[in-house]
């Protein structure tokens, strides 16, 4: 569904990734584990649109989008959940979740409602400025939203950052739910315990490389974890 | 107590004509963060474009309207994509002086086409004013304020109320998430640089109907009004700038009536210096609308 | 030969008054104050060797001083805001400066007529120059000598450890301050300077051109001061140099034959500068 093929993204002359592949399949939940600076939040902006790669190639559904502009990676049905929320503060949660549809041409009023009976505390908050809701609801908003743009691949950069335990428990949920559905997701998250539960397959990136790669269980699970937090050469 | 009476209704047609520039000016800096010195001289030039077409046909008053909108549009949109479009990431100054380089092309063919300092404008309404008692009130004026109240609430529709605002507002709130939503940010600013020129172009209209007369100073003129009755309303904020462009109208009005105009203009801008580097509360907020 | 020491002049003043911004511009500030200064200056300046009979040097180094002081007592107040607030504030404080002077009346009867600023008319007869005989050529390399005193000034400035100073406040206040940098200390020394360079240039434009008015000194002169260290940009003084003669001497000058048509091709190539190279001519790469 997704290729991504010896990508270099760099921020002048520091190269944060530096020739990385990799693959989502359709219908998979797909992770990336990894320690800071290792490059996966810089790997889910290129994707997006936001950063724009240096060299390597991205394809989505067999058609090239490394040289789209964000908006129109969400039109072709990728659609980001960054790792700073980035709700529109000075709008309502229902505003929010209209601004998440806005490239749609058919009615979704279906699905406004289908997604706020999945985000119960959205719904409570519907007509609340986004920017008085809490960390966690910030962070349900944001996948709502995202989901708004009826995505084929959602991306999700660090979605348990500072949540408490019960919200992160929520946010997995809900992932689980989302690929039940049929949503595929590639999914950052420093939480690799969490994350090796819901995926299907998953990346270890480490200093812009992919250093490992395969299914949960292929690696004995702690080992895998203190590479991500820690990264091999420290090991 | 008539002549304060009559001079607050003097500032209010005069500041409904500035807060109509500040609305055109609010929906460009919230949009794009960047000042806009090209936004008078646009103004200016459909002016002219409509002088010009009078001129050379005499057409109808409803027609000028139209040209002087549709040119500042179209002037307004030319800026937008010389100027801003290429400079939406940083270089801010970059943006700024290309703006004021095309103020000074928007000058040139203005004066080109006409070269004289001076051109009559048809009036809009060629009757006395009204009388209210011992107070006057000048048609001109009236329609100024009706035109300002009919602008903003259509301008509160679209932001509030229609799918493009929903689009609009985003992009004020936050351009990056915007643009994660499926928002091309590009493309709501051509879009708003566009509506709010069309205002500017109105404004101008008025203005120079009211006065009877036009001259390319509207340009220089026209931003700076409009940029000092969006400060006084406090950056970014439509309400706001409605608020500024009447204070700005009544202070002008009265301080003339006590000062003379000469060193009226120099009391304001004294004033707008002082409340800007003192900063009062409200002027600190950045609410988006 | 005296069109060219006249290009000269223009270019070595307008180089004076870019510069002024070009100090402020380091530390992040956009002032459009700057050619109210020029006009302090030259106002100043202007009544001293008219009016008081000064010679012309210590006539500059008093517009000088006050453009300084000004400039100091502005930015205090103007500093604390920033971005385009600062634009506005700077702007409203440039157009005052310009209406004080529209209605500044100071006329003293001096062998018959008399003479000094009379508002709107301007200020007439500053003839310091003509009356003790220097020629074209010689004013021209008199506004040159400051030309490159200042240049040589802010050359050595940006080398020193003040300039490095300048800059990292203009990168990044908040890291700038960190490490135990007095922001306001900082652009309110890089204003006063600005204001005295911008005091100076505006003492030599007034004998230059011996009529000066309000009109003069209104928006569009202060947007040309941001204009030219933009333009240039902002990695040497050469920059501003290289800028002003860019404008004044092939853009206002070269195509001068175009006759109207002249100032849309001015701001399409200005347009052109800042897209290709939205540092400046001369600033760094990328965007």
Known sequence: ???????????????????????????????????????????????????????????????????????????????????????????????????????????????????????????????????????GEQQMLAVARALMSRPRLLLMDEPSLGLAPLVVEEIFRIIAELHRDGTSILLVEQNAHMALKVAQHFYLIEQGRVTFSGSPGSLAEDELIRRAYLGSARA | MIDFLQNTLDGLALGSSYALLALGFTLIFGVLRRANLAYGPAIMLGCYCATWAYLKTGIGLLFLALIAVAGSTLAGVYVERLCFAPHRKGAAAAAMVASFALWMQFEELATLALPRHLYAFPALYAGGPLSLGRLTLRVESLVMLVAAILVCAALWRILYRSRFGTAVRAVIDSPAAAELSGISVSAVSLQVFALASAIGGLAGFLIVSGNEQVTPMLGMWSTLKGMLAMMLGGLGSLPGAIAGGVALGLREAHSQWYLGPQLRDFIAYLLLFVLLAVRPPWMNTRSAY | MDFYFGLAQTVGIHTLLGLSAYIVLLTGQVSLAQAAFFAIGAYAA????????????????????????????????????????????????????????????????????????????????????????????????????????????LWWLDRSRYGAVLRSVGEDEVAAQSVGI??????????????????????????????????????????????????????????????????????????????????????????????????????????
């Not at chain 3, 008399?114 to 310091?128: A, D, H, N, T, Y």
């Not at chain 3, 890089?190 to 008015?213: D, P, R, S």
């Open chain 1, 1 to 135: 569904m997704l290729r991504v093929v010896d990508l270099v993204t760099a921020y002048g002359k520091i190269e944060a990734l530096k020739g990385l592949s990799l693959e989502v399949r359709e219908g998979s939940i797909t992770c990336v584990l990894g320690p800071n600076g290792a490059g996966k939040t810089t790997l889910m902006l290129t994707i997006a649109g936001v950063l724009r790669p240096r060299q390597g190639a991205i394809e989505f559904r067999g058609e090239p989008i490394a040289a789209l502009s964000p908006h129109a990676i969400v039109a072709r049905g990728v659609a980001l959940v960054p790792e700073n929320r980035l709700v529109f503060a000075h709008m309502s949660v229902l505003e929010n979740l209209h601004a998440g549809a806005y490239q749609r041409k058919d009615p979704y009023e279906n699905d406004l409602e289908k997604i706020l009976a999945r985000f119960p505390r959205l719904k409570e908050r519907a007509s609340q400025d986004a920017g008085t809701l809490s960390g």
């Open chain 3, 46 to 153: 202007g009544m001293l060797t008219v009016l008081a009979g000064w010679h012309v040097v210590p006539a500059l180094g008093a517009g000088s001083l006050l453009g300084a002081v000004t400039a100091c007592a502005v930015g205090f107040p103007a500093l604390r805001v920033k971005g385009l607030m600062l634009v506005v504030a700077t702007l409203a404080f440039g157009e005052g400066v310009r209406l004080f002077f529209f209605n500044f009346d100071y006329q003293v009867a001096k062998g018959g007529i008399r003479v000094g600023p009379l508002g709107g008319e301007g200020f007439r007869q500053i003839r310091f120059f003509p009356e003790h005989g220097w020629t074209t050529a010689e004013v021209m390399l008199f506004i040159w000598v400051f030309v490159i005193g200042v240049m040589a000034l």
């Open chain 3, 182 to 287: 007095n922001l306001t200390a900082v652009k309110v020394s890089a204003m006063t300077v600005g204001g005295a360079i911008a005091g100076v240039g505006g003492g030599l434009y007034a004998h230059y051109t011996t009529h000066i008015e309000h009109a003069n000194f209104n928006v569009l002169l202060a947007t040309f001061a941001i204009a030219y260290p933009i333009v240039g940009g902002l990695r040497t003084v050469f920059g501003t140099l290289a800028a002003v003669i860019f404008v004044q001497a092939f853009l206002v000058e070269g195509l001068r034959f175009l006759g109207d048509w002249r100032n849309l091709l001015f701001g399409a190539l200005i347009i052109l500068a800042m897209n290709l190279r939205p540092h400046g001519l001369f600033g760094r790469h990328g965007a």
